[in-house]
């Protein structure tokens, strides 16, 4: 018999790859080898569980810890914190599922903050509740003859982010102004108190302002 010499050409289909390891196989065509190289497949993560910390002690916390799984085999997943405040501590990873440990750092300011861990595609949230805010003042106590007068209160609070709540329990006679600053973390909170009524017998009356639960005892005199 007689043959003919040629070019032919051999279509061939590949299934999806359920793994992120990329694979190869071959193909016997007329006796000779061809290969066939697929890539991994791309690796999708998601957390397991809530996507959030519980709110966390502002003092700081070690050894926190979420779940997180993968559909494919084979990948090799990285965590990154993107908070300074936040370390990740180790990363593991098997099969299809996997789990981060990290750490927080104390929050010196007086507001809850929050931030982000990541792994692949997944975010896991972390919340930290803020310091405690206390306060100190300048003066705890002061006394106004009976034409009152102007003066200004002034407190710093233990945390950074803090501000105090302002008040008073003799409005009557005591009018607080509006509360300034922090500048160089002090806040001034200027007040006024009212001419003493005319009275026949010396009396002295007595209010509080209150700063960040902090007092401020006011006392003024009749004469």
């Given at each position: 018999?007689?043959?003919?010499?040629?070019?032919?050409?051999?279509?061939?289909?590949?299934?999806?790859?359920?793994?992120?390891?990329?694979?190869?196989?071959?193909?016997?065509?007329?006796?000779?080898?061809?290969?066939?190289?697929?890539?991994?497949a791309a690796c999708a993560f998601s957390i397991t569980g809530p996507a959030s910390s519980p709110l966390l002690s502002s003092a700081g916390v070690s050894s926190q810890s979420f779940q997180f799984s993968s559909v494919l085999?084979?990948?090799?997943?990285?965590?990154?914190?993107?908070a300074s405040w936040i370390t990740v501590d180790t990363v593991t990873f098997g099969?299809?599922?996997?789990?981060?440990?990290?750490?927080?750092a104390s929050n010196p300011f007086?507001?809850?903050?929050?931030?982000?861990?990541?792994?692949?595609?997944?975010l896991f949230t972390?919340?930290?509740?803020?310091?405690?805010?206390?306060?100190?003042?300048?003066?705890?106590?002061?006394?106004?003859g009976v034409a009152g007068g102007n003066d200004t209160l002034f407190g710093s609070p233990?945390?950074?982010?803090?501000?105090?709540?302002?008040?008073?329990d003799q409005p009557s006679f005591i009018t607080l102004g509006t509360l300034q600053g922090p500048t160089s973390n002090i806040f001034s909170l200027p007040y006024e108190?009212?001419?003493?009524?005319?009275?026949?017998?010396?009396?002295?009356?007595f209010g509080k302002v209150t700063f960040g639960g902090q007092i401020l005892t006011i006392k003024q005199r009749s004469w």
């Open positions: 018999s007689s043959g003919s010499a040629g070019t032919s050409a051999v279509q061939f289909s590949a299934a999806p790859n359920p793994s992120a390891t990329p694979r190869s196989g071959t193909l016997t065509i007329a006796g000779l080898t061809y290969t066939v190289n697929q890539a991994g085999t084979g990948c090799s997943p990285l965590a990154v914190s993107y099969g299809t599922s996997g789990g981060v440990t990290y750490s927080v007086g507001a809850t903050r929050s931030g982000m861990i990541q792994v692949g595609n997944a972390v919340v930290q509740s803020g310091a405690t805010c206390a306060y100190s003042l300048s003066t705890y106590g002061k006394m106004f233990t945390a950074v982010g803090c501000t105090p709540a302002v008040g008073t108190v009212s001419p003493f009524s005319t009275s026949l017998t010396a009396i002295v009356r």
